[in-house]
């Protein structure tokens, strides 16, 4: 059993005793020095109530001598609280103390505490602020006592909308960090790779705390805001001297009715080798505050397209088709999504489409799929083999649960004879959407043997194609 020596005056601390008292697992001595008259608590086996002015260093000595654990400064008065720590460091340097601060130390004081090995200062003001924080709509909630307390445990709400609702935990990418609980209503669920997120469920996570920070705002992000979270603008690089007249006329017609339809920041268009003709004039024309035509006469390759992404937090890119497949493994390394025109123009086209292959990948980025057809005003289909993978099952699971999110329902098709693509080839008014893997941006001329629906994407290639990053 340890000793324990508590200075205890004021409101707050007769709120803390209270507390303490109550508490069913002390198993501690605890010795009290207060002003204040404590009696009536004096029934209690391991407290030792004392009355008397704890400033007084003499009368502190009579009751300190043998061996104490900790010292506990728990006291209203500035004054007090700093004369009784000077005292107890005459009586012991290397007590561990525990000390309540709700004031603007001086200087000196500030020295003395830091240099204090044995000393430990818990300022209830910040206490305090954290907790009415803690009530605050759209607050990541920490654990203020348990481990580091550096923010590496958090908790938080999954709201109606966000990119994790239905979502099975094994299709969530956990770097540097886990769930470890799920709270659903009265229930402790211990999390497995099938368990599917639902809404308002309440999340215990675990990791470092600066990526906890990034996936407490992809949590909270809801439908309604793709590019986000890759970036908020749209980039549009254009090659007068590559492309033809009608190529550039369709990408800045494609660029424009996607930037009226998303719901980016700006759309900015990056023009290298820039030339006399009614395209330019186009561009050139254009007065919206949030369009931004970069001409750049200097420049004659697309070299400045890594440091545009970066500078002006682009989080979708528009190519044509021919241009895509010429600088594939550029596109790729930018580790955004890269929407590749079709045939016909963007305003023309149906449906969405996703090919029921890789499943976690696929799972992963649902929501950014989903939100960009909602906002696109296109109907949504999934086609899968029915193959008897359960990997097929849960993604066909998922997407059944995530179409409530949106006004339109996704369609699901299960082919058990044949493969979808069959019935696709042909078409050229779809959005095809395609997980952009390591081994799709390299391509192969045997890409056209692979089992893997996501690797035969270019028999699909008339269609406008979304590449969407997955992490590898």
């Given at each position: 059993?340890?000793?324990?020596?508590?200075?205890?005056?004021?409101?707050?601390?007769?709120?803390?005793?209270?507390?303490?008292?109550?508490?069913?697992?002390?198993?501690?001595?605890?010795?009290?020095?207060?002003?204040?008259?404590?009696?009536?608590?004096?029934?209690?086996?391991?407290?030792?109530?004392?009355?008397?002015?704890?400033?007084?260093?003499?009368?502190?000595?009579?009751?300190?001598?043998?061996?104490?654990?900790?010292?506990?400064?728990?006291?209203?008065?500035?004054?007090?609280?700093?004369?009784?720590?000077?005292?107890?460091?005459?009586i012991?340097?290397?007590?561990?103390?525990?000390?309540?601060?709700?004031?603007?130390?001086?200087?000196?004081?500030?020295?003395?505490?830091?240099?204090?090995?044995?000393?430990?200062?818990?300022?209830?003001?910040?206490?305090?602020?954290?907790?009415?924080?803690?009530?605050?709509?759209?607050?990541?909630?920490y654990?203020?006592?348990?481990?580091?307390?550096?923010?590496?445990?958090?908790?938080?709400?999954?709201?109606?909308?966000?990119?994790?609702?239905?979502?099975?935990?094994?299709?969530?990418?956990?770097?540097?960090?886990?769930?470890?609980?799920?709270?659903?209503?009265?229930?402790?669920?211990?999390?497995?790779?099938?368990?599917?997120?639902?809404?308002?469920?309440?999340?215990?996570?675990?990791?470092?705390?600066?990526?906890?920070?990034?996936?407490?705002?992809?949590?909270?992000?809801?439908?309604?805001?793709?590019?986000?979270?890759?970036?908020?603008?749209?980039?549009?690089?254009?090659?007068?001297?590559?492309?033809?007249?009608?190529?550039?006329?369709?990408?800045?017609?494609?660029?424009?009715?996607?930037?009226?339809?998303?719901?980016?920041?700006?759309?900015?268009?990056?023009?290298?080798?820039?030339t006399?003709?009614?395209?330019l004039?186009?561009?050139?024309?254009?007065?919206?505050?949030?369009?931004?035509?970069?001409?750049?006469?200097?420049?004659?390759?697309?070299?400045?397209?890594?440091?545009?992404?970066?500078?002006?937090?682009?989080?979708?890119?528009?190519?044509?088709?021919?241009?895509?497949?010429?600088?594939q493994?550029?596109?790729?390394?930018?580790?955004?999504p890269?929407?590749?025109?079709?045939?016909?123009?963007?305003?023309?086209?149906?449906?969405?489409?996703?090919l029921?292959?890789?499943?976690?990948?696929?799972?992963?980025?649902?929501?950014?799929?989903?939100?960009?057809?909602?906002?696109?005003?296109?109907?949504?289909?999934?086609?899968?083999?029915?193959?008897?993978?359960?990997?097929?099952?849960?993604?066909?699971?998922?997407?059944?649960?995530i179409?409530?999110?949106?006004?339109?329902?996704?369609?699901?098709?299960?082919?058990?004879?044949?493969n979808?693509?069959?019935?696709?080839?042909?078409?050229?008014?779809?959005?095809?959407?395609?997980?952009?893997?390591?081994?799709?941006?390299?391509?192969?001329?045997?890409?056209?043997?692979s089992?893997?629906?996501?690797?035969?994407?270019?028999?699909?290639?008339?269609?406008?194609?979304?590449?969407?990053?997955v992490?590898?």
């Open positions: 059993m340890k000793k324990i020596l508590i200075i205890a005056g004021g409101a707050f601390a007769r709120n803390f005793l209270d507390r303490l008292l109550g508490a069913k697992s002390n198993l501690h001595h605890y010795i009290v020095v207060s002003n204040e008259d404590h009696s009536q608590k004096a029934n209690y086996e391991n407290f030792t109530f004392y009355q008397f002015d704890p400033t007084s260093l003499s009368k502190l000595k009579s009751i300190s001598d043998g061996y104490f654990s900790q010292f506990c400064i728990v006291s209203e008065n500035k004054n007090e609280a700093v004369a009784v720590y000077e005292n107890l460091r005459q012991s340097t290397k007590t561990e103390t525990i000390f309540m601060n709700s004031w603007e130390l001086d200087e000196k004081c500030k020295e003395t505490f830091a240099s204090d090995k044995h000393l430990s200062v818990v300022d209830i003001r910040d206490i305090a602020a954290s907790r009415l924080m803690d009530y605050l709509p759209d607050m990541p909630v654990a203020d006592n348990i481990g580091l307390s550096e923010g590496e445990i958090m908790e938080v709400k999954v709201p109606i909308g966000s990119s994790y609702m239905y979502r099975h935990v094994s299709s969530i990418a956990q770097k540097r960090w886990r769930i470890a609980l799920i709270y659903r209503g009265a229930e402790i669920i211990l999390p497995k790779p099938n368990t599917m997120i639902q809404p308002s469920d309440i999340l215990l996570i675990v990791g470092d705390p600066n990526v906890l920070q990034n996936v407490y705002r992809s949590i909270k992000r809801e439908s309604g805001q793709f590019p986000s979270p890759f970036g908020s603008n749209i980039y549009t690089l254009i090659d007068m001297r590559s492309m033809s007249k009608e190529r550039v006329s369709k990408l800045i017609k494609d660029s424009l009715y996607v930037h009226s339809k998303l719901n980016n920041k700006r759309l900015i268009f990056r023009v290298i080798n820039p006399l003709g009614e395209n004039e186009t561009l050139k024309a254009i007065k919206e505050k949030n369009i931004l035509v970069l001409m750049d006469y200097f420049n004659s390759d697309n070299k400045s397209i890594k440091d545009d992404v970066l500078k002006h937090d682009i989080g979708l890119i528009i190519s044509d088709d021919r241009y895509f497949f010429k600088f493994k550029l596109f790729y390394e930018l580790k955004i890269v929407l590749k025109t079709g045939k016909i123009l963007l305003s023309k086209v149906k449906e969405g489409v996703i029921g292959d890789q499943s976690q990948e696929v799972e992963n980025q649902s929501a950014v799929i989903t939100d960009c057809c909602a906002q696109l005003d296109l109907e949504m289909r999934f086609y899968y083999f029915d193959n008897k993978h359960s990997d097929d099952e849960a993604l066909k699971e998922h997407f059944e649960s179409s409530t999110l949106f006004s339109k329902r996704i369609k699901i098709e299960n082919h058990s004879l044949k979808p693509l069959v019935k696709l080839k042909g078409t050229n008014d779809l959005l095809h959407f395609v997980m952009f893997t390591k081994n799709v941006a390299n391509g192969s001329a045997f890409a056209f043997l089992t893997n629906l996501n690797r035969l994407y270019k028999k699909l290639s008339q269609n406008a194609q979304l590449f969407v990053p992490s590898e």
